[in-house]
């Protein structure tokens, strides 16, 4: 195998219980004036507004806007751009969810280049550095703070877009898992959930072969050195504590773990990139109005399994990282230990809650044919897929996942 790695990250990576209190200091080194872009938790959460009082209290003059809305609509950014045109920082705080983060990215982008942002949709278009970014995430899933990926919905399009560009990586990453002690067991699930999703599918995406324009030529460059590092890492630590985290709240060891999975599996992914699960659940996301984290969680079985014969590989040591985070089973060949891998996910998942099949999402079988084309439109994500789709190939995981019947799929290996 050839040594070759990519990684991606923030100048400054910060994680910890109470890191937080680094705030005011790390804002001095990049500026005087900074806009909060947060949502309307912050009025709710003492621990919030303390952080931006501390920044206010080392003199950094601070503007919150609070304004921000799941899934990013054009209008919420617009808003937000025009309240920093007229506050005029010099450095921009994402604090809240990954829609919070990715949206002190996209205005970063709008202030340095201008709009619409619509010109900046795939990948490297964005033409040079944005403002700085300061990103403090209050949830483990996205893996946004240390991403070069910002997710919006522009009503023009069915389906999200995305801006992927090295320029979207934060310049600062301030990860302190006691801002999430106050996550519901739902959002703990289905962000934990996205963030295994997220280092499975960065561990099993295609190898691509190293070229010199390779660091510049693709924002994502599949499978390579260091995302597996940081794959196995996120894979471990969600597979021994996600459940912990679920059902106990307030269990900060578990939630330690959970949030440096995350913040391990953004890693991976930010240069391996994503694969079949992601492409399938874009349209059904759209048609379906439900949350990123339980669509790609509840599709990665699915994938799993019809990636299976391409991964033994890889499943079998999923399997021993899970076994070594606390599962039972242990031993067997490589391909039992493959097989187990993707018993041991879907256990995981239906453990915490996460819907079993595309039908529990709401998806109408009517729908599926839909679904199997518009995900093959994901060209980039389908092209990361250790197997190769074709229309026929994506049209069976669908139904597969539809019907929850993974065994549909075993019988095309």
Do not use: W
Request: contains cysteine.
């Amino acid at each position: 195998m050839e040594n070759f790695g990519i990684a991606r990250a923030p100048g400054l990576l910060v994680f910890g219980s109470g890191r937080r209190d680094a705030l005011a200091s790390v804002a001095a080194t990049l500026g005087e004036r900074a806009l909060v872009c947060t949502d309307s938790r912050y009025q709710e959460d003492s621990t919030l507004r303390a952080m931006v009082e501390s920044m206010r209290a080392a003199g950094i003059r601070t503007e919150v806007y609070d304004g921000t809305i799941a899934e990013l609509p054009l209008e919420c950014i617009e808003a937000a751009v025009a309240r920093a045109r007229t506050f005029g920082p010099d450095m921009l705080v994402g604090l809240g969810g990954g829609s919070c983060i990715d949206l002190a990215k996209l205005v970063g982008v709008c202030l340095a280049h201008g709009g619409p942002l619509s010109q900046y949709y795939g990948e490297f278009r964005v033409p040079g550095p944005i403002m700085p970014v300061i990103a403090i995430p209050t949830t483990a899933g996205t893996g946004s703070e240390v991403t070069p990926v910002a997710v919006l919905a522009d009503p023009g399009r069915a389906m999200k877009v995305g801006i992927s560009s090295p320029y979207l990586v934060p310049a600062v990453a301030l990860c302190d898992p006691e801002l999430t002690l106050t996550c519901p067991p739902s959002l703990t699930a289905g962000s934990g959930a996205d963030a295994l999703t997220h280092a499975i599918e960065a561990f099993t995406t295609v190898r691509s072969p190293a070229a010199a324009d390779t660091p510049m030529g693709k924002v994502f460059v599949g499978k390579n050195l260091f995302s597996d590092l940081y794959a196995r890492m996120a894979i471990e630590a969600l597979a021994g504590n996600l459940a912990r985290a679920v059902e106990d709240g307030q269990d900060l060891q578990a939630r330690e773990q959970v949030m440096l999975g995350s913040l391990a599996a953004g890693m991976a992914f930010a240069a391996a990139g994503t694969a079949a699960a992601h492409a399938i659940q874009y349209p059904v996301g759209a048609l379906t109005h439900t949350a990123h984290g339980p669509g790609v969680a509840a599709l990665l079985p699915y994938v799993m399994e019809f990636n299976r014969p391409a991964c033994i590989e890889e499943f079998a040591q999923i399997a021993d990282l899970f076994e070594a985070a606390g599962a039972a089973a242990t031993g067997g060949t490589a391909e039992q230990r493959a097989a187990r891998a993707i018993d041991l996910v879907e256990a995981l998942f239906r453990r915490i809650g996460i819907p079993a099949s595309l039908e529990q999402l709401g998806l109408a079988a009517g729908q599926c044919p839909e679904v199997a084309e518009q995900s093959l439109q994901a060209a980039r994500l389908v092209r990361n897929n250790p197997r190769p789709l074709d229309p026929e190939s994506m049209k069976k995981i669908v139904a597969s996942a539809h019907a929850g019947r993974r065994e549909q799929l075993r019988e095309t290996h």
